[in-house]
């Protein structure tokens, strides 16, 4: 027999979820690894190419791509790094679920390259690229949003807006089910 409270534990929501974010007190840093040769960062660390190199960053996903003070392309980073922009708003009402596979297929493709390390950046680091990291340990290292969000507020500070964290719940509302329709069948 389930209680009220085993239900709400099972069914998050954005409020959850940024009391979990809230409860991060790190410093924000230009670039963090959140994960095995994934980094988040801003805009200025994405800039550097010295300092990527350095790192050993062999991808960028821009998650502000074409945004005033993002500077970045192809040309850019030249022919050692492999380069994705997604023109992403930090707002309330942008769809950013339509770049969730795309991104995180973009993440599993730099993590399976040789030496592959990626850097997912936005101005900030704190939204947008936070997001696009987080549907990638859903989508690819089947991790539960909880999971995910613990995972990166323990390495970096992040804020995902409320709009994001929506639909990132509705994306784990979608791999549940994809996940029980495969049980069955």
Known sequence: MS?????????????????????????LHQVDEVWPNIYIGNVHMAQNRAALQKLGITHVLNAAHAKRGSVGDQS???RDVVYLGIPAEDSTYFDMDVYFRPAADFIRKALKSPCGKILVHCIMGLSRSS????????IHRDLSLRRALKNLV????????????????????????KKRTCCIL
């Open 3 to 27: 209680t009220v409270k085993d239900k709400r534990k099972e069914y998050m929501t954005v409020k959850d979820l940024q009391k979990l974010l809230d409860s991060c007190r790190l410093q």
């Open 76 to 78: 850019f980073y030249g």
């Open 131 to 138: 997001t696009l990291v987080l549907a990638y340990l859903m």
């Open 154 to 177: 323990e390495k970096r500070a992040i804020y995902p807006n409320r709009n994001f964290l929506a639909l990132l719940l509705d994306l784990e509302h979608q791999l549940k089910r």
